[in-house]
């Protein structure tokens, strides 16, 4: 296969960072679940956690470089005190997006719960791969199901998808295996009607995105034999459309440790900002805008088919 940064420089294009916008904050790779699709190893033995004190210089650096948008993930940030110091320290400075699994929201050991979400109006980007039971736990595991489908209805309760509520759920989803997803639109259709009749679910929008060769997933592409065919699947997809619009471009990624990236998935393949590990406390000004993006193959990813925008 062709490298990504030989495509893109056989296209004449090119990836260099703006004006951040966005801070993806990840949070830890501790996780109640080990998802089969998962771009990272996240998982209930993972002992990567943000710490307090990370989180205080995270907070500072939203407010040097003024982000209007924090984007909070992990693993589970359900079970992250710094998950909850973030959404603390930053509400009213800046708007937050929080991103789950739905099974770690409705678990005893959660410090996240729904009514704090709710009470604090921030808007939850939910994974959900199917409606249908057992595709859903062929990803996620035995008894997630009926796990997610509680937490949505908890979510719905307190006014998560209904309209004029102002408190937005949208749904994030991955193919089961090593295939592009169907159209945004379609898989959107399918999940309001099977949702809604099966279930009396609701929510706002949804995100179609293919599945990230890194992780847990490589790992699963290298058993079946598929890495290889997978990647020359993603590269005879590839849309230059799709490149002036790349979340890498207006946005930044920070680990537990501080470490900043690109974004969350060069944050899984080892490839820190500009190559050198910078930390979130000593990052100033001009805050990485003009500095190239780093790229390695797994980009193919983002700019198959309608893209990771």
Not at 3 to 20: K, N, Q
Not at 196 to 203: A, P, Y
Not at 263 to 292: Q, W
């Amino acid at each position: 296969m062709t490298p990504f940064a030989e495509t893109l420089g056989l296209r004449g294009l090119t990836l260099f960072r703006e004006a951040p916008e966005t801070l993806l904050v990840n949070v830890g790779s501790f996780c109640n679940q080990a998802c089969s699709h998962c771009h990272h190893h996240a998982g209930p033995g993972e002992t990567d956690i943000m710490t307090l004190e990370t989180a205080a210089q995270v907070a500072d650096l939203v407010d040097r470089a003024g982000f209007p948008l924090v984007d909070i993930t992990g693993g589970a940030p359900e079970f992250s005190e710094a998950a909850v110091f973030l959404m603390e320290t930053l509400k009213g400075r800046c708007g937050i997006i929080f991103r789950t699994n739905l099974t770690a929201l409705v678990s005893r050991a959660a410090r996240v719960t729904p009514g704090l979400l709710a009470e604090r109006k921030i808007r939850i980007i939910a994974s959900f791969p199917s409606p249908d039971r057992e595709e859903f736990e062929a990803q996620r595991g035995r008894h997630t199901f009926d796990l997610a489908i509680s937490a949505m209805r908890k979510l719905n309760a307190l006014g998560y998808g209904v309209p004029g509520s102002g408190l937005i759920i949208d749904l994030a989803v991955n193919p089961l295996g090593p295939e592009l997803p169907q159209a945004q639109n379609e898989i959107s259709a399918i999940f309001k009607k099977r949702l809604s009749e099966d279930h009396g679910l609701h929510f706002n929008g949804l995100f179609a995105f293919a599945n990230m060769p890194l992780g847990r997933f490589r790992e699963r592409l290298g058993r079946e034999g598929l890495r290889e065919s997978y990647l020359n699947m993603l590269e005879k997809a590839f849309c230059p459309d799709t490149v002036k619009g790349l979340m890498c471009l207006k946005s930044l990624c920070v680990d537990h440790r501080g470490i900043l990236y690109d974004c969350d998935f060069n944050l899984a393949a080892n490839l820190p900002l500009t190559g050198r590990e910078i930390r979130a406390a000593d990052f100033f000004k001009p805050f990485g805008e003009g500095l190239p993006v780093a790229v390695e193959d797994h980009c193919y990813a983002c700019t198959a088919g309608a893209g990771f925008t």
